[in-house]
């Protein structure tokens, strides 16, 4: 999915404490902290790093400025339909305003690699206020040898592969962060996994923290978490396997999946995902394709939790191979159909997932009536249309939202 959130890259507020006054002296240490990033990461500095306070209501404008400079409404719109379409959204969910109101809140500080500026917030906590400055810095010093806006916008192509790279764009700012708190300390990520279990749960338990986001939709939640917690533990693992130049050879040879975050031996392996065949409408007359794009592992495993459990996503979702949709729009009268494919590394995977899809098409809609099941292939009625799954081999496909019945194959 397109999740033009994240291009963003607002951090995530990493610990929790009192709000005290902003300290603008901090910015005094800029420079000196810069030169230890630089002997951290082997990156060179190229020019200073301009930095000042932003009160939350010059945040919320930014954020609404600069998600109006890289979607369009209709991308917003498209892309809310694709998160109801698959349950991982409420139908009354409003994802322009959520999105707005979510990063507002959850920002410490942001490096804007537009303007080539840094912005901590003038409510940013004195315990966080060193830290998150040391993140955005990472992004600068990052953003002057590998160009992160170029970065992110060839990852584009792949909704999956554009949420690898935020995880190696995060996850490294988040690493370099606690790599260099924890030098200060006289350790080491690299020799020390407790530290690193550490830093991962203190960001997902901070973010936690926040109303806004704890009333969000699963998927929002684990998106935006995942690039910061996943991410640095993928960085770490690189790191311990290459050096320095791991931290380079991620913008010169990015992940292409989730998976990739998720097991970096698949990244080592140059393990890519496959693109699966999407299933045909048998009557597309008067439709329009309005998007199409891939889903990951991590789309999957939030997708199997969301209605079968932790449990479930834990042992699925790591044998997904590939997955795409398509979502076809007609005007008049209205209707949307989803089109949906995902292959897995054997039959056995396949037909175990098939099972737990049945499990999410009875739980996110409030009526189904099932008119066609075997071991194999499932079709029926459900609130937006007629629905048709099928398991073949390794391949699982689906057509959700149809005018008329769909023929099983």
């Known amino acids: 999915m397109r999740r033009a959130a994240r291009l963003l890259a607002l951090w995530l507020v990493a610990l929790a404490a009192p709000a005290q006054p902003p300290?603008?002296?901090?910015?005094?240490?800029?420079?000196?902290?810069?030169?230890?990033?630089?002997?951290?990461?082997?990156?060179?500095?190229?020019?200073?790093?301009?930095?000042?306070?932003?009160?939350?209501?010059?945040?919320?404008d930014f954020v609404s400025k600069r998600l109006k400079e890289v979607t369009t409404p209709e991308e917003v719109r498209i892309e809310e339909l694709i998160l109801k379409k698959f349950g991982l959204a409420p139908q009354d969910f409003d994802l322009a305003a959520n999105t707005v109101d979510l990063l507002t809140e959850q920002a410490a500080a942001f490096y804007d690699f537009h303007q080539k500026k840094?912005?901590?917030?003038?409510?940013?906590?004195?315990?966080?206020?060193?830290?998150?400055?040391?993140h955005?810095?990472?992004?600068?010093?990052?953003?002057?040898?590998?160009?992160?806006?170029?970065?992110?916008?060839?990852?584009?192509?792949?909704?999956?592969?554009?949420?690898?790279?935020?995880?190696?764009?995060?996850?490294?700012?988040?690493?370099?962060?606690?790599?260099?708190?924890?030098?200060?300390?006289?350790?080491?990520?690299?020799?020390?996994?407790?530290?690193?279990?550490?830093?991962?749960?203190?960001?997902?338990?901070?973010?936690?923290?926040?109303p806004v986001f704890e009333h969000e939709p699963l998927y929002l939640r684990e998106t935006l978490v995942f690039p910061y917690t996943k991410g640095l533990v993928f960085q770490n693992r690189v790191y311990q396997r290459d050096g320095k130049n791991g931290l380079s050879k991620v913008f010169r040879r990015p992940p292409v999946s989730t998976q990739q975050i998720l097991h970096p031996e698949a990244?080592?392996?140059?393990?890519a995902p496959v693109r699966p065949e999407l299933p045909k409408l048998p009557d597309s007359h008067g439709y329009k394709r309005i998007a199409e794009g891939t889903l990951g592992e991590l789309d999957h495993a939030?997708?199997?939790?969301?209605?079968?459990?932790?449990?479930?996503?834990?042992?699925?979702?790591?044998?997904?191979?590939?997955?795409?949709?398509?979502?076809?729009?007609?005007r008049a009268p209205a209707r949307v159909i989803l089109e949906y494919v995902s292959q897995w590394d054997d039959a056995a995977a396949a037909t175990r997932y098939f099972r737990l899809y049945r499990?999410?098409?009875?739980?996110?809609?409030?009526?189904?009536?099932?008119?066609?099941?075997?071991?194999?292939?499932?079709?029926?009625?459900?609130?937006?249309?007629?629905?048709?799954?099928?398991?073949?081999?390794?391949?699982?496909?689906a057509i959700q939202g149809a005018e008329n019945p769909i023929p099983v194959r």
């Open 118 to 134: 840094l912005y901590i917030t003038d409510w940013t906590p004195s315990a966080t206020r060193e830290p998150a400055l040391v």
């Open 136 to 210: 955005e810095l990472a992004h600068a010093l990052a953003d002057q040898n590998f160009n992160l806006d170029k970065y992110i916008k060839k990852g584009r192509k792949s909704d999956d592969g554009a949420l690898a790279r935020m995880a190696v764009m995060e996850g490294q700012a988040s690493w370099v962060m606690a790599e260099y708190l924890a030098r200060k300390m006289g350790q080491s990520l690299a020799t020390s996994p407790t530290l690193v279990d550490m830093w991962a749960n203190s960001i997902e338990s901070g973010a936690g923290q926040y």
């Open 23 to 60: 300290a603008r002296e901090i910015f005094g240490t800029i420079d000196a902290i810069l030169q230890d990033l630089q002997q951290i990461t082997g990156f060179r500095i190229h020019h200073r790093v301009p930095a000042e306070m932003i009160t939350r209501d010059k945040v919320k």
């Open 302 to 330: 939030i997708l199997i939790e969301q209605y079968c459990g932790r449990e479930e996503a834990a042992a699925v979702s790591p044998h997904w191979r590939g997955a795409g949709y398509a979502l076809e729009e007609r």
């Open 267 to 271: 990244y080592f392996a140059a393990d």
């Open 359 to 397: 499990q999410v098409l009875e739980k996110k809609w409030k009526h189904i009536e099932v008119q066609s099941e075997s071991d194999s292939a499932l079709a029926g009625l459900g609130d937006d249309g007629y629905f048709r799954v099928e398991v073949a081999g390794p391949t699982m496909t």
